[in-house]
């Protein structure tokens, strides 16, 4: 047998079809990429973000330095290479990204505060499972060039908006502020004195993350390591006053806009460019990947990636796939897998002809026009208009093109209307346009 191919493990097709994977996931069919693609452009567009495509491919030291050498991420998750003494990544995500872009095209000098949103793929070489992929999609925000504390709770508050237009309603939203490098420094100091001590009853992990980043520690979704912590120091208490204060305005502007949320001192989040605020977005029905988005400020990011001048600034990220599984688990509607208006079956090789030809003058009109492609039988052809659910059918043979007229069936209803052929594009626009209002 000859060799046939598979796609690589954690990476997945979007067919025009739904189907179920290995691992019992459905997996959206395009029409519903589309439509939830659509939706985050239109709350974008609303809440006046402008787009920012930025490449797949980056320089390794983007990453690492942007991300961060500690983080799991770049320790263990890049797939990254080296081609002709040049070192490439493929994006583990697009913050990083964004700022080197800001600050290679000196987004600044376009004025004031840059509101950008994106929508791509990503890659980190995690252990594939439920809601967690190599090759998996974000969309999210960076808002560069302000700290200013209404920033960031529009910042979240578009992101609410996006689950909420699409009918996710079932989610918790948990917020932090991380205070600045320097105090986090002292307190990191402190949590690690706290929990040397503990070093033996803690997992493989923890003990890994206590050496090489503590702060991580307080991420163990371990109970017996949640107990430790109970009395551990509290970051809140080592923030300077300006960083409660700028924390206290977030919560404030919040509490205005009606976003709800818990706070968290645990959150931490697994990249090392935040400070100040974070947040993370979780959905009760994602399993251990329980997180649907996250983010924060980052405002000592630009200076990381060679920038003279700071460039506060705060974004989000969330992950498509995990947000069709909370779709799927609010059983949120959604559209349909799009149909034909019409399909037009040809009888004979005069016919064939000229549904071909008309196909095209009908589809310049602006209609969705179906026709077979390889001259089966009308039965054939009638099934295959059935399969796609085309709204009309007609049938072409010699009888009608002596006549010039064509028979235009509406499926649904079985309802027939003889149609002269120099009134049909009208007539079928006409028909077409009445059945989407
Ligand atoms: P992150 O928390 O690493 O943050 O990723 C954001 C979201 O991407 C996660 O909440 C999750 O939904 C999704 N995600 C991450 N890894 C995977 C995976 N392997 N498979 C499926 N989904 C995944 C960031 O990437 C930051 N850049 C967010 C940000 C923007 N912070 C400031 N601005």
């Keep these: 047998m000859s060799q046939t ?116 793929p990503c890659f980190r070489a995690e252990q594939p499972q439920k809601g967690r992929y190599r090759q998996f999609h974000q969309f999210g925000v960076e808002v560069l060039g302000t700290d200013d504390a209404r920033a960031d709770a529009e910042t979240v508050a578009v992101m609410m908006a996006i689950y909420d237009e699409l009918g996710i309603k079932d989610t918790r939203l948990r917020m932090n502020t991380l205070g600045t490098p320097d105090r986090r420094e002292e307190y990191v100091h402190a949590l690690r004195e706290y929990l040397e001590p503990y070093a033996d009853e803690l997992s493989e992990t923890s003990r890994r993350r206590l050496k090489r980043n503590p702060l991580r520690v307080l991420d163990t979704k371990l109970d017996h390591e949640q107990a430790i912590l109970q009395d551990a ?10 960083s409660r204060a700028h ?20 959150l931490v989040r697994g990249l090392d460019y935040y400070t100040e605020t974070t947040f993370e ?32 600034a705060i974004g989000f990220a969330a992950g498509m796939e995990r947000l069709f599984l909370a779709l799927d688990a609010a059983e949120a509607e959604r559209p349909g897998l799009p149909a034909p208006d019409v399909f037009i079956a040809a009888l004979g090789e005069e016919a064939e002809q000229w549904v071909f030809r008309t196909t095209q003058e009908l589809r310049a009109a602006g209609l969705h026009v179906a026709l077979d492609l390889k001259g089966r039988s009308l039965k054939a052809q009638m099934r295959e208009a059935n399969r796609q659910e085309a709204d009309y059918t007609l049938i072409i043979g010699g009888n009608e093109l002596e006549a010039e007229e064509a028979t235009v069936k509406e499926m649904e209803s079985g309802e027939q209307e003889d149609v002269p052929f120099a009134e049909l594009s009208t007539v079928l626009l006409d028909k077409c346009r009445t059945e989407h209002e």
């Design 5 to 120: 191919f598979q796609n690589i493990k954690g990476t997945f097709d979007i067919l025009p079809d739904p189907y179920t994977d290995d691992g019992g996931t459905r997996i959206a069919p395009s029409a519903e990429w589309r439509y939830v693609e659509a939706t985050v452009r239109d709350v974008m567009a609303r809440y006046n973000f402008d787009e920012i495509r930025t490449p797949i491919l980056e320089p390794t030291a983007l990453v690492a330095r942007g991300v961060g050498e500690a983080t799991d991420i770049v320790q263990k998750e890049m797939f990254a290479f080296e081609r002709s003494d040049t070192q490439y990544v493929l994006r583990p995500e697009i913050t990083a990204p964004v700022v080197r872009s800001y600050l290679q095209h000196h987004l600044d000098q376009r004025g004031g505060v840059q509101k950008l949103f994106y929508i791509g």
């Design 233 to 242: 120091p509290q970051l809140i208490d080592y923030v300077s006053d300006e």
């Design 281 to 312: 977005l979780e959905s009760p029905d994602l399993g251990a990947q329980s997180a649907l988005a996250g983010g924060g400020r980052y405002d000592r990011l630009a200076e990381v990636l060679g920038s003279e001048e700071p460039v506060p």
């Design 247 to 266: 924390y206290d305005r977030v919560q404030r502007f919040l509490a205005d806009l009606g976003v709800s949320y818990v706070e968290d001192p645990h």
